[in-house]
């Protein structure tokens, strides 16, 4: 799910209120076709160097969100309780139609994003080189499991999640043996 404050027609960014995520072989990139305001579309494109600077932010967040207990086998149990709630996460997921692109109102590759933590979520603004374009959307802990798992997924399709040389880690709790079906946050 993801949730934001309504898009607005002033300089703020636009509110993604669903988006779909995939991998582009052509482009070698990963791709968000995101929906706001009565279903208008725009195409975020995210790049190999970009996720590998955003995805420890997202995934250090889950990762304080966790209780556990101190002590003997803490590592263990952590990741335990991390597995189970991205399985959790993943296994919540409804199908939904994807985002289309075809009418793609705005199209760009995402220069930056801007992480806002807080206790209850993440806020993520995506930003072009032009600093009037931008969209956000915020994610809760289980939104932004499935939206981790679904990405985890386009970068293993890519074969960014498996090198690490592609400096793109990932946790062995998100490498759950169960694939998301479909790409769809609303």
């Given at each position: 799910?993801?949730?934001?404050?309504?898009?607005?027609?002033?300089?703020g960014?636009?509110?993604?209120?669903?988006?779909?995520?995939?991998?582009?072989?052509?482009?070698?990139?990963?791709?968000?076709?995101?929906?706001?305001?009565?279903?208008?579309?725009?195409?975020?494109?995210?790049?190999?160097?970009l996720?590998?600077?955003?995805?420890?932010?997202?995934?250090?967040?889950?990762?304080?969100?966790?209780?556990?207990?101190?002590?003997?086998?803490?590592?263990?149990?952590?990741e335990?309780?991390?597995?189970?709630?991205?399985?959790?996460?993943?296994?919540?997921?409804?199908?939904?139609?994807?985002?289309?692109?075809?009418?793609?109102?705005?199209?760009w590759?995402?220069?930056?994003?801007?992480?806002?933590?807080?206790?209850?979520?993440?806020?993520?603004?995506?930003?072009?080189?032009?600093?009037?374009?931008?969209?956000?959307?915020?994610?809760?802990?289980?939104?932004?499991?499935?939206?981790?798992?679904?990405?985890?997924?386009?970068?293993?399709?890519?074969?960014?999640?498996?090198?690490?040389?592609?400096?793109?880690?990932?946790?062995?709790?998100?490498?759950?043996?169960?694939?998301?079906?479909?790409?769809?946050?609303?």
């Amino acid at each position: 799910m993801a949730h934001g404050a309504p898009a607005t027609a002033g300089p703020g960014p636009l509110a993604l209120q669903r988006i779909t995520t995939s991998f582009d072989a052509g482009e070698d990139r990963i791709r968000v076709c995101g929906e706001w305001a009565a279903g208008q579309t725009l195409v975020l494109w995210l790049t190999q160097r970009l996720l590998v600077r955003l995805v420890p932010h997202l995934l250090g967040w889950l990762e304080q969100q966790a209780v556990v207990v101190d002590g003997p086998g803490a590592d263990v149990r952590a990741e335990l309780v991390q597995g189970f709630a991205q399985q959790a996460a993943m296994a919540s997921m409804e199908p939904q139609a994807p985002v289309e692109a075809r009418a793609a109102q705005r199209v760009w590759l995402v220069q930056s994003v801007d992480v806002a933590a807080t206790a209850q979520g993440v806020r993520l603004t995506f930003k072009a080189e032009d600093p009037a374009q931008a969209a956000g959307m915020t994610l809760q802990a289980q939104p932004l499991r499935q939206w981790l798992g679904v990405l985890h997924e386009q970068c293993r399709q890519a074969g960014w999640a498996a090198a690490p040389s592609s400096g793109l880690m990932w946790p062995t709790w998100v490498q759950s043996p169960a694939k998301p079906q479909h790409s769809v946050l609303h």
